[in-house]
């Protein structure tokens, strides 16, 4: 066991017994984490806050349940994820694209590689800001389904077995999403990032300022 | 449908079951021969990893733009949550019992008082200033103070206020449902029709 | 028979006026109430499921609608389960807003007020969290509750009218 999952495990123990402390402990160490996901599946920061909220006090009930068999943020990620594949099914979004679940035929000859020197070293280039709000669009636009096989499998890197599970379907269905919610996704950055020249550099600074609250 | 990538004869599936980790040992070694002997597999590799960094990248700086103090009002309304859970197991202690813990710092002088006037009293009852023996009517016992037993109060939240008049409506509108407004005494409610069909959660996508 | 006649010394009845005073003045001071002019409030919204089914009881959590509850408009319901709960600072520059787990989104804006009234904008959407279900301007004393009856609503095994609570109190 890692050692921040033993620090969970003794926070949890600690939660059990009634320490208040050690449960906002663990809310300080996941709730960005959380909201993450969050608002990778649902692209609204409310919602995704309400979810935050909804999976805490969720996880403070069943905390008498827990057994430790898996990493508390494993068990909370599924809490999470469940709460948004609810949310997802509860409202009728609509957005001014729609996009087909399947990857039309037509369209795989229109899909193009995406060129290397248009993003440079994505650590460098996730700091420009056109790209952020490029790569957001585009993961807004995209179904729920595809975007929520991205969230799981990019930022949480859960299995198939694990995305099929959360998803009540098949490992062979969670494949197909994930193969052309890729290409989905290529497609859409392409449209938006082709104009953009070779090394491309922005000002971390102003991005990554937090708002006065 | 099964798409191959160029001439690789590697399908665009079986090159993202790879990327992804879900290939058997066997299979997992027999594609990572084919993706180092061929250029085309490694840029498609490179995209995939480029793409996931992106994706991962942009979500987490959204995650970091969101204020602190944003994250702290959403403890907040945990933790009051948590409360009215652990309220609703434990029952409230009554009215009777909440005054007796407000007294708490002037108990100890206040049973002295009272231990004092009861002493008084004795004393100058048992005392006499009159040189006539009288043939006295014993005098009752006074009560001692006692908390009388009371019903249960009903428990409040400290901040609620009786509302004293009401809601007055200044404007309404109903978004094109029909609707009308009841007020008895100081209780207001607008009824407003949805016409929906009880709706529950469902799990799967 | 002669009764004797003596000034009763009251020291238990002072020392108990005392304590009761003390009592009234930190028990039940009430807080100052500024006459400044409102510039936030908090509010407070619960969504309610009314049933038919039940024994009467109003839930702790929901204790501050229990008068509200025992009015005649609620007689047909007998029993009352909080669905959510959400609470905004409200102020008049800006909406503020929320999503409620049915699905609804609320809003409110503060509109004004005095030493005892807050005049309030709420809207109320629709069950899918587009459009308009209600809105309105109203005003009401510091604490008070106005009421919103939607349509049917089921939770788990219970069925019933889905109802919101809006509770505002002046901020600091």
Redesign the interface.
């Known amino acids: 066991m890692r050692p921040q999952e033993a620090d969970d495990h003794a926070l949890v123990a600690a939660c059990k017994a009634g320490d208040r402390d050690a449960f906002q402990v663990l809310y300080q160490r996941y709730h960005r984490r959380v909201f993450a996901v969050a608002h990778g599946f649902l692209r609204n920061s409310e919602d995704a806050l309400d979810v935050v909220q909804e999976a805490f006090i969720k996880v403070h009930r069943a905390l008498p349940g827990f057994e430790g068999q898996s990493s508390f943020y494993t068990w909370l990620y599924r809490i999470v994820a469940n709460l948004c594949i609810d949310h997802l099914r509860r409202s009728s979004r609509k957005r001014g694209v729609t996009f087909d679940d399947r990857f039309r035929q037509d369209t795989s000859e229109a899909v193009a590689e995406l060129q290397a020197s248009s993003l440079g070293d994505p650590s460098r280039a996730v700091k420009n800001k056109e790209i952020v709000t490029a790569v957001a669009t585009s993961l807004t636009e995209l179904s729920d389904k595809h975007r929520a096989v991205l969230v799981m499998r990019e930022l949480e890197g859960l299995s198939y077995t694990d995305m099929a599970k959360a998803m009540n379907c098949s490992k062979g269905t969670i494949m197909s999403r994930l193969f052309h919610a890729r290409k989905n996704m290529q497609r859409l950055l392409k449209m938006r990032l082709d104009h953009l020249p070779a090394d491309v550099d922005g000002n971390v600074d102003s991005m990554t300022e937090e708002p006065a609250s | ?1 099964t ?1 191959s990538i160029g001439q690789t004869g590697v399908s ?2 079986d090159l ?2 790879y990327f ?3 290939l058997t040992g066997a299979q997992a070694q027999e594609l990572a021969s084919l993706v180092d002997a061929s250029p085309e597999l490694s ?1 498609e590799i ?26 702290e ?10 409360d ?2 652990a ?2 197991r434990e029952p ?1 202690p009554s009215l009777w019992a ?2 007796w813990e ?2 708490r710092p ?1 108990r100890i002088p ?1 049973i002295a ?2 231990g ?3 002493l ?2 004795i004393l ?2 048992s005392g006499s ?2 040189p006539e023996p ?4 014993e005098p009752p016992v ?1 009560n001692p ?1 006692a908390v009388p037993e009371s019903p249960r109060a ?4 400290p ?19 029909t ?1 009308r407004i ?1 007020r ?22 | 028979m002669k009764v004797r006649s003596t000034p009763r010394i009251h020291v238990s009845a002072l020392a108990l006026a005392f304590a009761s005073a003390a009592f009234a003045t930190t028990y039940v001071a009430a807080p100052t109430t500024s006459h400044a002019a409102v510039g936030s409030a908090q509010c407070q919204v619960h969504a309610v499921l009314a049933s038919k089914e039940g024994n009467g009881e109003i839930p702790k959590s929901l204790a501050f609608l229990q008068e509200t509850l025992r009015d005649d408009q609620f007689a047909a319901y007998k029993g009352f389960h909080l669905v959510d709960r959400k609470t905004l600072t409200v102020s008049s520059g800006e909406e503020s807003k929320a999503s409620l787990s049915p699905g609804h989104r609320v809003g409110i804006l503060l509109l004004g007020g005095d030493a005892k009234r807050l005049k309030l904008r709420l809207n109320l959407s629709e069950r899918d969290g587009t459009g308009q279900l209600v809105g309105t301007d109203y005003s009401i004393e510091d604490h008070g509750v106005l009421l919103i009856q939607a349509g049917p609503f089921k939770s788990g095994e219970i069925q019933g009218k889905l109802f919101f609570a809006f509770q505002c109190a002046r901020g600091g």
């Open positions: 449908m798409h665009a599936e993202q079951r992804d980790g879900e840029a490179r995209q995939l990893q480029r793409m996931g960094s992106l994706v991962r990248d942009t979500l987490r700086h959204e995650a970091q733009s969101i204020p602190s103090a944003r994250f009002q959403v403890w907040d309304e945990i933790e009051h949550a948590i009215i859970r309220d609703e409230q909440r005054l407000s007294l002037a206040l008082t009272l004092a006037a009861a008084a009293l100058v009852r200033e009159d009288v043939a006295s009517v006074p103070v009903p428990v409040l939240p901040t609620t206020a009786e509302p004293a008049v009401g809601a007055e409506i200044h404007d309404l509108q109903f978004g094109g449902k609707g009841a008895t005494g100081t209780v207001t409610v607008l009824y407003v029709e949805e016409d929906l069909e009880p709706k529950q959660s469902e799990r799967s996508l």
